[in-house]
Protein backbone atom coordinates (compact mmCIF):
# COMPACT_ATOMS: atom_id res chain seq x y z
CA UNK A 1 0.00 0.00 0.00
CA UNK A 2 1.15 3.24 -1.10
CA UNK A 3 2.05 6.14 2.01
CA UNK A 4 -0.53 9.43 1.37
CA UNK A 5 3.34 11.19 0.89
CA UNK A 6 3.95 10.20 -2.78
CA UNK A 7 3.39 12.08 -5.43
CA UNK A 8 2.24 9.98 -8.51
CA UNK A 9 4.36 10.38 -12.13
CA UNK A 10 1.51 11.89 -13.71
CA UNK A 11 1.80 14.58 -11.44
CA UNK A 12 5.50 15.09 -10.89
CA UNK A 13 5.59 15.37 -14.99
CA UNK A 14 3.11 18.11 -15.16
CA UNK A 15 5.88 20.23 -12.27
CA UNK A 16 9.22 19.35 -14.31
CA UNK A 17 11.34 22.37 -16.57
CA UNK A 18 8.95 25.13 -14.48
CA UNK A 19 10.13 27.18 -12.08
CA UNK A 20 8.34 26.34 -9.34
CA UNK A 21 9.52 22.56 -10.10
CA UNK A 22 10.44 20.56 -6.42
CA UNK A 23 14.07 19.47 -6.08
CA UNK A 24 14.60 16.28 -7.16
CA UNK A 25 16.70 13.72 -5.15
CA UNK A 26 17.30 10.09 -6.69
CA UNK A 27 18.69 7.73 -3.99
CA UNK A 28 19.05 4.11 -5.80
CA UNK A 29 21.90 2.24 -5.18
CA UNK A 30 24.90 2.20 -7.82
CA UNK A 31 23.16 -1.43 -9.33
CA UNK A 32 20.80 0.48 -10.22
CA UNK A 33 21.92 3.18 -11.90
CA UNK A 34 24.74 0.97 -13.81
CA UNK A 35 21.54 -0.78 -14.94
CA UNK A 36 19.69 2.41 -16.22
CA UNK A 37 22.32 5.60 -16.27
CA UNK A 38 19.51 8.67 -16.99
CA UNK A 39 18.46 10.98 -14.17
CA UNK A 40 14.82 12.32 -14.10
CA UNK A 41 15.38 16.40 -14.94
CA UNK A 42 17.52 18.24 -12.85
CA UNK A 43 17.61 15.41 -9.89
CA UNK A 44 20.86 15.23 -7.98
CA UNK A 45 21.94 11.46 -6.83
CA UNK A 46 22.54 11.20 -3.00
CA UNK A 47 23.32 8.31 -0.82
CA UNK A 48 20.40 7.90 1.28
CA UNK A 49 22.72 6.12 4.22
CA UNK A 50 24.30 9.58 4.60
CA UNK A 51 20.66 11.95 4.35
CA UNK A 52 21.40 13.20 8.09
CA UNK A 53 24.31 15.07 6.61
CA UNK A 54 23.28 16.11 3.56
CA UNK A 55 19.60 16.77 4.46
CA UNK A 56 20.25 20.68 5.64
CA UNK A 57 20.93 21.47 1.82
CA UNK A 58 17.46 21.73 0.69
CA UNK A 59 16.28 23.32 3.96
CA UNK A 60 15.20 26.55 1.69
CA UNK A 61 13.72 23.83 -1.07
CA UNK A 62 9.02 24.98 -0.94
CA UNK A 63 9.07 21.24 -2.13
CA UNK A 64 11.43 17.91 -2.09
CA UNK A 65 10.83 14.59 -4.29
CA UNK A 66 12.88 11.00 -3.83
CA UNK A 67 13.08 8.82 -6.22
CA UNK A 68 14.55 5.31 -5.70
CA UNK A 69 14.46 2.31 -8.04
CA UNK A 70 10.54 1.45 -7.73
CA UNK A 71 9.29 4.41 -5.00
CA UNK A 72 9.67 1.79 -2.23
CA UNK A 73 12.33 1.56 1.21
CA UNK A 74 14.50 3.61 0.08
CA UNK A 75 12.90 6.90 -1.19
CA UNK A 76 10.06 6.60 1.79
CA UNK A 77 12.61 6.20 3.96
CA UNK A 78 14.88 8.96 3.11
CA UNK A 79 11.73 11.58 2.51
CA UNK A 80 10.61 10.36 6.15
CA UNK A 81 13.62 11.73 7.35
CA UNK A 82 13.78 14.73 5.28
CA UNK A 83 10.07 15.04 6.67
CA UNK A 84 11.33 14.89 10.35
CA UNK A 85 14.30 17.25 8.94
CA UNK A 86 11.50 20.05 8.78
CA UNK A 87 11.58 19.58 4.66
CA UNK A 88 8.55 19.21 2.46
CA UNK A 89 9.16 15.86 1.26
CA UNK A 90 7.31 13.11 -1.37
CA UNK A 91 8.28 10.21 -2.71
CA UNK A 92 7.83 9.00 -6.48
CA UNK A 93 5.16 6.36 -6.54
CA UNK A 94 6.49 3.52 -8.51
CA UNK A 95 9.83 4.85 -8.61
CA UNK A 96 12.25 5.75 -11.60
CA UNK A 97 10.88 2.29 -12.76
CA UNK A 98 7.36 3.69 -13.41
CA UNK A 99 8.60 6.98 -14.66
CA UNK A 100 11.00 5.38 -17.29
CA UNK A 101 7.56 2.93 -18.30
CA UNK A 102 5.54 6.04 -18.37
CA UNK A 103 7.82 7.61 -21.04
CA UNK A 104 9.13 10.06 -18.88
CA UNK A 105 12.12 13.14 -19.78
CA UNK A 106 15.33 12.23 -18.83
CA UNK A 107 18.63 12.87 -19.23
CA UNK A 108 22.21 11.62 -19.23
CA UNK A 109 24.92 12.94 -16.86
CA UNK A 110 27.60 11.51 -19.14
CA UNK A 111 28.74 15.00 -20.56
CA UNK A 112 27.75 17.04 -17.33
CA UNK A 113 30.90 18.79 -16.07
CA UNK A 114 32.35 18.35 -12.69
CA UNK A 115 30.80 19.87 -9.63
CA UNK A 116 32.18 22.18 -7.73
CA UNK A 117 32.67 20.69 -3.88
CA UNK A 118 29.35 22.89 -3.23
CA UNK A 119 27.47 21.66 -5.92
CA UNK A 120 26.38 22.97 -9.41
CA UNK A 121 28.79 22.84 -12.98
CA UNK A 122 30.36 26.16 -13.87
CA UNK A 123 29.91 27.61 -17.28
CA UNK A 124 31.36 30.55 -19.49
CA UNK A 125 30.44 31.74 -22.28
CA UNK A 126 30.62 35.67 -24.38
CA UNK A 127 29.19 38.62 -22.74
CA UNK A 128 26.02 40.34 -23.54
CA UNK A 129 23.98 37.54 -24.41
CA UNK A 130 20.91 37.73 -27.24
CA UNK A 131 19.40 33.91 -27.47
CA UNK A 132 21.38 30.83 -27.26
CA UNK A 133 23.18 32.60 -24.45
CA UNK A 134 20.33 32.74 -22.80
CA UNK A 135 18.69 30.03 -23.92
CA UNK A 136 20.96 27.40 -22.44
CA UNK A 137 21.75 28.62 -19.00
CA UNK A 138 17.81 28.03 -19.18
CA UNK A 139 17.78 24.31 -20.10
CA UNK A 140 20.28 23.91 -18.21
CA UNK A 141 19.19 24.77 -14.82
CA UNK A 142 15.24 23.62 -15.69
CA UNK A 143 16.16 20.25 -17.02
CA UNK A 144 19.84 19.36 -15.93
CA UNK A 145 21.76 21.32 -12.81
CA UNK A 146 19.67 23.80 -10.59
CA UNK A 147 22.82 24.66 -9.12
CA UNK A 148 24.44 25.38 -12.18
CA UNK A 149 26.67 28.78 -12.45
CA UNK A 150 27.30 31.48 -15.50
CA UNK A 151 30.37 33.49 -16.22
CA UNK A 152 29.71 36.25 -18.64
CA UNK A 153 33.21 37.77 -19.96
CA UNK A 154 35.07 39.18 -22.71
CA UNK A 155 34.74 36.86 -25.85
CA UNK A 156 38.63 37.11 -25.78
CA UNK A 157 38.62 35.89 -22.31
CA UNK A 158 36.47 32.72 -22.57
CA UNK A 159 38.69 30.16 -23.25
CA UNK A 160 41.37 31.25 -20.65
CA UNK A 161 38.71 31.70 -17.94
CA UNK A 162 37.41 28.52 -18.49
CA UNK A 163 40.70 27.21 -18.18
CA UNK A 164 41.84 29.00 -14.66
CA UNK A 165 38.58 28.47 -13.08
CA UNK A 166 37.47 25.19 -14.14
CA UNK A 167 34.59 26.74 -16.11
CA UNK A 168 33.30 24.37 -19.51
CA UNK A 169 33.03 26.86 -22.42
CA UNK A 170 29.79 27.18 -24.25
CA UNK A 171 28.72 29.04 -27.42
CA UNK A 172 31.60 29.79 -28.77
CA UNK A 173 33.68 28.15 -31.73
CA UNK A 174 35.61 25.75 -31.47
CA UNK A 175 34.58 24.28 -28.37
CA UNK A 176 32.03 21.24 -28.06
CA UNK A 177 29.14 23.13 -26.76
CA UNK A 178 28.40 25.05 -29.46
CA UNK A 179 26.72 25.36 -32.81
CA UNK A 180 27.52 22.02 -35.39
CA UNK A 181 26.45 22.98 -38.80
CA UNK A 182 22.73 24.33 -39.02
CA UNK A 183 22.00 23.40 -35.02
CA UNK A 184 23.37 26.11 -32.67
CA UNK A 185 23.79 25.23 -29.26
CA UNK A 186 20.50 24.72 -27.41
CA UNK A 187 20.01 21.92 -30.27
CA UNK A 188 23.45 20.22 -28.91
CA UNK A 189 22.39 20.50 -25.22
CA UNK A 190 19.21 18.56 -26.04
CA UNK A 191 20.90 15.45 -28.14
CA UNK A 192 23.88 15.36 -25.86
CA UNK A 193 22.01 14.95 -22.43
CA UNK A 194 19.17 12.63 -24.49
CA UNK A 195 16.56 15.02 -23.54
CA UNK A 196 13.65 13.45 -25.28
CA UNK A 197 10.20 16.10 -25.10
CA UNK A 198 7.87 17.29 -27.74
CA UNK A 199 7.58 20.40 -25.57
CA UNK A 200 11.39 21.10 -26.07
CA UNK A 201 11.88 20.05 -29.58
CA UNK A 202 9.27 22.62 -30.65
CA UNK A 203 11.44 25.66 -28.16
CA UNK A 204 14.50 23.50 -29.88
CA UNK A 205 13.12 24.69 -33.66
CA UNK A 206 11.75 28.44 -32.56
CA UNK A 207 15.68 28.84 -30.81
CA UNK A 208 17.23 27.85 -33.65
CA UNK A 209 15.30 30.41 -36.12
CA UNK A 210 15.86 32.72 -33.68
CA UNK A 211 19.68 32.17 -33.37
CA UNK A 212 20.32 31.41 -36.94
CA UNK A 213 18.58 34.48 -38.69
CA UNK A 214 16.09 32.37 -40.12
CA UNK A 215 13.06 33.59 -38.87
CA UNK A 216 10.72 32.26 -41.51
CA UNK A 217 11.02 29.07 -40.34
CA UNK A 218 9.22 29.15 -37.12
CA UNK A 219 6.47 31.99 -36.88
CA UNK A 220 7.18 32.43 -33.18
CA UNK A 221 11.19 33.31 -33.96
CA UNK A 222 11.01 36.47 -34.43
CA UNK A 223 9.08 37.49 -31.11
CA UNK A 224 11.58 35.48 -29.52
CA UNK A 225 14.44 37.32 -31.59
CA UNK A 226 12.78 41.16 -30.60
CA UNK A 227 12.21 40.48 -26.83
CA UNK A 228 15.45 39.14 -26.36
CA UNK A 229 16.84 41.89 -27.98
CA UNK A 230 14.76 44.09 -26.00
CA UNK A 231 16.45 42.53 -23.17
CA UNK A 232 19.68 42.73 -23.52
CA UNK A 233 19.02 46.82 -23.98
CA UNK A 234 17.39 46.87 -20.87
CA UNK A 235 19.41 45.39 -18.74
CA UNK A 236 23.33 46.45 -18.11
CA UNK A 237 24.69 43.33 -16.39
CA UNK A 238 24.34 39.93 -17.88
CA UNK A 239 23.51 38.17 -14.83
CA UNK A 240 20.26 40.22 -14.11
CA UNK A 241 19.03 39.52 -17.55
CA UNK A 242 19.78 35.95 -17.19
CA UNK A 243 17.33 35.96 -14.82
CA UNK A 244 14.76 38.34 -16.07
CA UNK A 245 14.83 35.89 -19.51
CA UNK A 246 14.42 32.72 -17.44
CA UNK A 247 10.73 33.93 -17.44
CA UNK A 248 10.76 34.92 -21.11
CA UNK A 249 11.88 30.95 -21.85
CA UNK A 250 9.64 29.25 -19.48
CA UNK A 251 6.39 31.39 -20.97
CA UNK A 252 7.75 29.78 -24.51
CA UNK A 253 8.27 26.37 -22.78
CA UNK A 254 4.90 26.40 -21.16
CA UNK A 255 3.39 27.60 -24.94
CA UNK A 256 5.20 25.13 -26.05
CA UNK A 257 3.65 22.07 -23.80
CA UNK A 258 0.10 23.62 -23.32
CA UNK A 259 -0.74 26.16 -25.56
CA UNK A 260 0.46 26.36 -28.98
CA UNK A 261 -2.89 24.80 -29.96
CA UNK A 262 -4.96 27.92 -28.41
CA UNK A 263 -5.67 30.75 -30.50
CA UNK A 264 -7.22 34.70 -29.28
CA UNK A 265 -9.83 37.11 -31.23
CA UNK A 266 -10.51 40.48 -30.33
CA UNK A 267 -14.33 40.27 -30.89
CA UNK A 268 -15.52 40.64 -34.50
CA UNK A 269 -18.97 42.11 -33.48
CA UNK A 270 -20.70 43.87 -30.50
CA UNK A 271 -23.45 42.75 -28.10
CA UNK A 272 -26.91 43.53 -29.52
CA UNK A 273 -27.93 46.85 -29.06
CA UNK A 274 -24.24 48.25 -27.84
CA UNK A 275 -24.88 51.66 -29.67
CA UNK A 276 -21.61 52.99 -31.61
CA UNK A 277 -19.51 55.07 -29.96
Known sequence: ???????????????????????????RIDEDIQADPTFLPAAEHRDYRKVADWAPAYAECRRVVVV????????????????????AAESLEGGHVAWRQAGGTVFSPVKLPPQRSSGGSVW????????????????????I?????????AASEVEAVADRFGATPFDIEGVFWSHRGERCSFDIMIEEFGLKAPALDMLARIVRAADTATLEAEPQAAGLLAASLGLSRMFKHDLEQLEAGMLLYDAFYRWCRDASEETHNWPSTRPVGEARR
Open 1 to 27: MSSNEQITVSQLARLVGLPDAPAIIDV
Open 68 to 87: CHQGQKLSEGTAAWLRHAGI
Open 124 to 143: VTRARPKVDRIACPWLIRRF
Open 145 to 153: DTRAVFLYV
